[in-house]
């Protein structure tokens, strides 16, 4: 639908996305698509919305993007997106996190946050078990 030469199209939307800061980076999002696609080549890396992490579909990424765009993969931690006990084991997070970061990409979790605008204690592990992974050093 936005892939014209006449606005409203990607470009345009980028263009203003970006007009208070040039600098800034940006993803169209196409809903849950299991196959991890860049949907125009005005974004910089792939918004990677599925609901399922163990039914995404790997093709065609070089170095860490897809047509262009870096691989990026988001998904929920929780029952649903911002609430609910963790629905993975740690092993599962760690297992799709190395996954994706095999392949150059990289993940957002979403995770819910409590009433006092914390993580509860499993969340927290298992992001502190992805930091590990990846070498880092979780503070306590």
Known sequence: MYRTTDSPNFASFAAAARAGNPDSILAFNPGVVYRIISVTP??????????QPDRAIFRRITDGRQDGAQVQ?????????????????????????????????????????????????????????VGKSFGGKPKA
Do not use: C
């Open 42 to 51: 005005h974004e910089d890396f792939t918004a990677g919305e599925i609901d």
């Open 73 to 129: 993969v988001l998904s929920y931690l929780g029952e649903k997106w911002g609430m609910g006990s963790p629905r993975f084991s740690t092993a599962q997070v760690l297992e799709f996190t190395n996954k994706i970061a095999a392949a150059g990409g990289v993940v957002t979790w979403d995770t819910p946050i409590q009433a006092g605008g914390t993580f509860s204690q499993p969340f927290l592990d298992q992001l502190k078990a």
